[in-house]
């Protein structure tokens, strides 16, 4: 059970160039998210999807945008990357409901992007 | 707004010492109460959880019991390992669902032999 898959792991952009990180769950769960990771502010809200076909905005959604044609897959779209984008990027997914495992987010290893 | 904060790191102990990583929050409705720890080089991974006032979470020797009056959900661990060297992050659950969730800064933890 491979969980949550990030690819790649490392990016190095210069500014302007657009560029697509991959997110892949294998769980069947129905909510996918993605959060920034920056020193002193922990994980921001990008973007989510509560399944396939339906996402919205969180709490830092400019400069990025999403897509979700299957439950599996939520990758991030940078169109024209900016310095202020270098960050660690996390997605997550999970489900909703009563079991233990409920309601908790599954994280992948993350990917590290530069934005020169 | 709905938001966390959690003490200032990092916090650095000697092996076997007693652990406490504060964490206040301001919520609207009752939210769910998350500790979640990054290792070095790894993503997130869920270490405990509350879900109503008075809840004590635990896992791996950590507790922390959400307390609806002071508004806080303190770690605590009674003997710390090396091993528990990390970042800690205070998380909280949106109001509106879909489980999203909002992060304090997160603490790091280094623990010396």
């Known amino acids: 059970n491979a969980g949550v898959t990030q690819t790649p792991k490392f990016q190095v952009l210069k500014t302007g160039q657009s560029m697509t990180l991959q997110c892949a769950q294998d769980?069947?769960?129905?909510?996918m998210s993605w959060y920034r990771q920056d020193p002193g502010m922990g994980l921001r809200l990008i973007h989510y999807?509560?399944?396939?076909?339906?996402?919205d905005q969180g709490e830092v959604p400019n400069g990025y945008n999403v897509s979700r044609s299957t439950t599996e897959d939520f990758p991030l779209r940078l169109l024209s990357a900016a310095p202020s984008q270098t960050s660690v990027y996390f997605c997550?997914?999970?489900?909703?409901?009563?079991?233990?495992?409920?309601?908790?987010?599954?994280f992948g290893a993350g990917s590290r992007l530069t934005v020169l | 707004g709905d938001s966390v904060t959690q003490m200032e790191g990092p916090v650095t102990l000697s092996e076997e010492a007693f652990l406490t990583i504060n964490c206040t929050y301001t919520?609207?409705?009752?939210?769910?109460l998350f500790w979640y720890v990054q290792y070095p080089g790894e993503g997130l991974q869920l270490l405990l959880k509350?879900?109503?006032?008075?809840d004590k979470g635990s896992n791996k020797g950590f507790e922390a019991t959400y307390r609806k009056e002071t508004t806080s959900f303190h770690l605590e661990k009674g003997s710390v390992q090396v091993s528990d060297s990390a970042v800690y992050f205070c998380?909280?659950?949106?109001?509106?669902?879909?489980?999203?969730?909002?992060f304090g800064a997160g603490t790091r933890l280094a623990v010396h032999p």
């Open positions: 997550a997914s999970s489900y909703e409901g009563r079991t233990s495992g409920a309601n908790v987010l599954t």
């Open positions: 769980m069947n769960h129905e909510y």
């Open positions: 999807s509560v399944g396939a076909g339906i996402t």
């Open positions: 919520a609207t409705g009752y939210p769910s």
């Open positions: 509350a879900t109503k006032a008075d």
């Open positions: 998380a909280l659950t949106v109001s509106g669902g879909y489980n999203k969730l909002i």
